[in-house]
T-cell receptor, first 113, second 111 residues
Framework: ETGVTQSPTHLIKTRGQQVTLRCSSQ?????VSWYQQALGQGPQFIFQ???????GRGNFPPRFSGLQFPNYSSELNVNALELDDSALYLCASSAGGGEETQYFGPGTRLLVL | KQEVTQIPAALSVPEGENLVLNCSFTDSAIYNLQWFRQDPGKGLTSLLLIQSSQREQTSGRLNASLDKSSGRSTLYIAASQPGDSATYLCAVQGSNYQLIWGAGTKLIIKP
């Protein structure tokens, strides 16, 4: 059984650029959630995908968008990057889109200059 | 709006001590509360999940309690070890399945 993987591990972008982060969910899981974690803070919920449909969204602007593919892997896209988007981006997968334990990947560290 | 607070923000204790980390939340309408561990440069590892109908969960040297009515949870770590050094986060899950997180307690266990 493979765990949750994310790519890339680190990324440096400049303000105004666009970025795509990728997440492969744990085998057998059909739900992926994305979180943003600023330095010294707890994660903030961005959105969740369940069986390729968005299943909830946090307080993030529309320039944060996502996709879930038929194999349940997922992408997070951020357009028009701002300096405040610098953070650790975490994805988590779970088995059923509900109240069960979420399993986290190691994260992608994004730095916006 | 649900808010989660963790106290203290940082804690340093000698190896072997028992310790308690605190988590409080403002809205008692939760599905569950979870405790996670985060090591530097790494993702989050789930330690314990307490359903809203439960009072506590135990795993090895860890014991987590939940008091929904008072909006509090504690994570008890027995016989602490240097390997327990990490940031511990609690998160509550509400009706929309979102996890709302505290800012964490950074724990250092001194050998």
């Amino acid at each position: 059984e493979t765990g949750v993987t994310q790519s890339p591990t680190h990324l440096i972008k400049t303000r105004g650029q666009q970025v795509t982060l990728r997440c492969s969910s744990q085998s057998g899981h059909n739900t992926v959630s994305w979180y943003q974690q600023a330095l010294g803070q707890g994660p903030q919920f961005i959105f969740q995908y369940y069986r390729e449909e968005e299943n909830g969204r946090g307080n993030f602007p529309p320039r944060f968008s996502g996709l879930q593919f038929p194999n349940y892997s997922s992408e997070l896209n951020v357009n028009a990057l701002e300096l405040d988007d610098s953070a650790l981006y975490l994805c988590a997968s779970s088995a059923g889109g509900g109240e069960e334990t979420q399993y986290f990947g190691p994260g992608t560290r994004l730095l916006v200059l | 709006k649900q808010e989660v607070t963790q106290i203290p923000a940082a804690l340093s204790v000698p190896e072997g001590e028992n310790l308690v980390l605190n988590c409080s939340f403002t809205d008692s309408a939760i599905y569950n509360l979870q405790w996670f561990r985060q090591d530097p440069g790494k993702g989050l590892t789930s330690l314990l999940l307490i359903q809203s109908s439960q009072r506590e969960q135990t795993s090895g040297r860890l014991n987590a309690s939940l008091d929904k009515s008072s909006g509090r949870s504690t994570l008890y770590i027995a016989a602490s070890q240097p390997g327990d050094s990490a940031t511990y986060l609690c998160a509550v899950q509400g009706s929309n399945y979102q996890l709302i997180w505290g800012a964490g307690t950074k724990l250092i266990i001194k050998p």
